[in-house]
Each structure stands twice: as C-alpha cells, then as structure tokens.
C-alpha cells in the first residue's frame, strides 16, 4: 500500500513535444506529490510539487495533473527541450512525514 | 550554502573490506536521510535521523549496514563486510523539517560505491 507505481521506464520524446509520465498510488492518506529531476551524475532535485487540493499546478514548461478519485497523477513537459533530458522520479508522502516513497523512475530522451 | 556535501565521490574496495561514507547536510536543517540508487531496486531509503536521533532504519538492508549522525552537521554510513551486491550510488539528503509540512529534501551529489 506503500508503492507508487511509474510509468513508462523509458520515453522518447522529440524537441518541441509534449512528454508526459504517469504515477498510480494505493494509500489514500498520501496528501504531498511531487516531482524529483535526476541529471546523470547528479543527485534528484526536487521539481514541481502538488497536494490534493487542487487538480492541476503548473510552473513553466511543467505541469503536475492530479486525480484525487483514480489515485494517479502525472507529470507533463511542454515543449520538450535536450535540456530535459533526465531521469524523472514521483514520489509521495502524507502528514508531514518525512519519509517519501519514490516511484521507478522514468528515463526521458528528447531527441531533435 | 554550498549544498549537502558527500565524501568520497567514488571509492572502489574489495570485498570484505569496511567502506564508510560520508556526509555534511545543509547548515539548518534537521532532517538527514541516507539512499541507495541501483538499477534494479531503484532508489531506496535506507535511514532517517531528526536532530541527530534515527527515526526508521526499516530499509538499512542488514545488520553489514550502519548509520550514525554524532552532531548536526555530520554523518557516516558504514558497510562492514562489504559485498558486491552493496555497489551502487549512495545519497545523502537533507531537509529543513518544518512542523506539519513536508519539506523539499536536497540531495548530494552521491558516492558511487563499487565492491570488487
């Protein structure tokens, strides 16, 4: 009930495309999503972050869509850049614990 | 601030030997958490201390691992004996803790760990 379930393993996107990675979770008490960007040879920073309370935040290019009853959110990069190009972490957690429970991961390639 | 700060940034040892890594958090905040990232597993929460005290070590994966944080701004992860399967990049993250809040947590920039 812990898990947080990725998807894809890997995405090709071209530049200029719309990426887009999926995360389903089980515990409803989970209340705080966000997103964590890896960059080969770098520890994950955090990204772009959500709570229940709304359906959809976006910061720039990056966008979390949130579904409070299908239990799954995702995360969306317009205009894909090389730039993304990086291994891109979901995770959760609830009540101001601490402790994250991270998804699979996912690798995106933005090809030109 | 110069981030959390990781040491070394490779070690590469043999089997059986002890390996202890370590880490400096960033000045203020008070929660330290240790990660293991491979391939296959992921990344894993291997520990989590609050002002220094261990709060879950559910995901140390056996009594090889150890994990101490004498002070604030200090902490070490010990594997001994070390084995193979225990290579993998190791992290070292911090966040400030605010009550009720969940915090943003700073990664290290890692130790990538290899047993021969």
């Known amino acids: 009930q812990q898990q947080v379930k990725q998807s894809p393993q890997s995405l090709i996107v071209q530049k200029g495309g719309i990426s887009i990675i999926n995360c389903a979770y089980e515990?409803?008490?989970?209340?705080?999503f966000p997103w964590y960007q890896q960059f080969p040879g770098k520890g994950p920073a955090l990204l772009i972050a959500?709570?229940?309370?709304?359906s959809e935040k976006k910061e720039g290019r990056f966008t979390i869509s949130f579904n409070k009853s299908a239990k799954q959110f995702s995360l969306h990069i317009m205009d894909s850049q090389p730039g993304d190009s990086a291994t891109y972490f979901c995770?959760?957690?609830?009540?101001?614990?601490?402790?994250?429970?991270f998804g699979t991961g996912t690798r995106l390639t933005i090809i030109p | 601030d110069a981030g959390v700060i990781q040491s070394p940034r490779h070690e590469v040892t043999e089997m059986g030997q002890e390996v202890t890594l370590r880490c400096k958090p960033i000045?203020?905040?008070?929660?330290l958490f240790w990660y293991r990232q491979t391939m296959m597993r992921g990344l894993e929460l291997l520990i989590y201390?609050?002002?220094?005290?261990?709060?879950?070590d559910s995901g140390m994966p056996e009594d090889r691992f150890s994990a101490k944080m004498p002070n604030a701004s200090f902490s070490t992860l010990k594997i001994q004996p070390s084995e193979p399967r225990d290579s993998a990049v190791y992290f070292c993250?911090?966040?400030?803790?605010?009550?009720?809040?969940?915090?943003?947590?700073?990664f290290g920039p890692g130790t990538r760990l290899t047993v021969l």
């Open positions: 993250a911090s966040s400030p803790g605010r009550a009720g809040i969940t915090d943003t947590q700073y």
């Open positions: 515990n409803t008490a989970f209340d705080y």
């Open positions: 959500i709570r229940p309370d709304v």
């Open positions: 995770a959760a957690n609830y009540g101001g614990n601490e402790k994250l429970t």
């Open positions: 000045s203020g905040h008070d929660y």
């Open positions: 201390f609050n002002n220094n005290v261990p709060i879950d």
